[in-house]
């Protein structure tokens, strides 16, 4: 589902984010990503989602090389991925339903459809009660579930979280991990950004480790674990 075949990354300031990283991730897999911070695990997120593009390297995404992606199929492309960033980024001004109906308008989906699809999104994170709201009155974790709402709206294939849990307590972080691995039970490929050892420890799923290698730069290289 998800390969990175000797994938490096360097900025034009020349800051070198990602070496030599060989990884690859199954159809269904939910895994973590963890390294300090630097360490490029945002990079990585965004050479899958096209985001960015490597420097070297080849990054095979559901069996295409991102690499050969015409810029016109991009959206095609990203429409099967899902992205979950830790500041989500919704829109003030607009209703949780809104916020999570976006992506399914800019497609041009019938509004019935949209109707139906939010609806059944807001049901997985439990916040059907909450569409009519605006996010200024939800709370950290209601605002981060609105966000992983939108992000899994289309059904993606594949899940890319990136520090979901940042700001959250314990037991949100804890809450807002268990739905990602229902996303995954449901089928989706989940791969999660995160520095929180102890909640990774306690889902007990397949752990990849950013760490630095020693070049004649800093740079990030990969140690698989669990």
């Given at each position: 589902?998800?390969?990175?075949?000797?994938?490096?990354?360097?900025?034009?300031?020349?800051?070198?984010?990602?070496?030599?990283?060989?990884?690859?991730?199954?159809?269904?897999?939910?895994?973590?990503?963890?390294?300090?911070?630097?360490?490029?695990?945002?990079?990585?997120?965004?050479?899958?989602?096209?985001?960015?593009?490597?420097?070297s390297g080849e990054v095979i995404v559901a069996g295409q090389n991102t690499k050969t992606i015409k810029h016109r199929k991009t959206p095609a492309f990203?429409?099967?991925?899902?992205?979950?960033?830790?500041?989500?980024?919704?829109?003030?001004?607009?209703?949780?339903?809104?916020?999570?109906?976006?992506?399914?308008?800019?497609?041009?989906?019938?509004?019935?459809?949209?109707?139906?699809?939010?609806?059944?999104?807001?049901?997985?994170?439990?916040?059907?009660?909450?569409?009519?709201?605006?996010?200024?009155?939800?709370?950290?974790?209601?605002?981060?579930?609105?966000?992983?709402?939108?992000?899994?709206?289309?059904?993606?294939?594949?899940?890319?979280?990136?520090?979901?849990?940042?700001?959250?307590?314990?037991?949100?972080?804890?809450?807002?991990?268990?739905?990602?691995?229902?996303?995954?039970?449901?089928?989706?490929?989940?791969?999660?950004?995160?520095?929180?050892?102890?909640?990774?420890?306690?889902?007990?799923?397949?752990?990849?480790?950013?760490?630095?290698?020693?070049?004649?730069?800093?740079?990030?290289?990969?140690?698989?674990?669990?």
């Amino acid at each position: 589902m998800i390969e990175f075949n000797a994938v490096s990354k360097q900025y034009p300031t020349g800051q070198l984010a990602l070496y030599n990283v060989n990884l690859k991730l199954n159809q269904g897999e939910m895994a973590f990503l963890t390294g300090h911070s630097g360490a490029g695990k945002s990079t990585l997120l965004k050479l899958i989602a096209l985001l960015d593009e490597p420097s070297s390297g080849e990054v095979i995404v559901a069996g295409q090389n991102t690499k050969t992606i015409k810029h016109r199929k991009t959206p095609a492309f990203r429409r099967n991925i899902g992205m979950i960033f830790q500041d989500h980024h919704l829109l003030l001004d607009r209703s949780v339903f809104d916020n999570i109906a976006l992506p399914l308008k800019i497609e041009g989906m019938r509004h019935q459809d949209i109707k139906r699809r939010v609806r059944a999104a807001l049901d997985k994170v439990n916040l059907l009660s909450k569409e009519d709201q605006f996010p200024m009155m939800l709370s950290a974790g209601e605002k981060q579930r609105v966000g992983i709402a939108r992000a899994v709206v289309n059904k993606p294939a594949i899940i890319l979280a990136d520090e979901p849990t940042g700001n959250l307590d314990p037991d949100l972080a804890s809450d807002i991990m268990h739905t990602f691995k229902q996303f995954n039970e449901y089928g989706s490929t989940v791969l999660i950004a995160s520095h929180d050892h102890a909640l990774i420890k306690e889902m007990k799923k397949r752990i990849i480790v950013l760490r630095k290698v020693k070049t004649t730069n800093t740079t990030a290289g990969l140690k698989n674990g669990r």
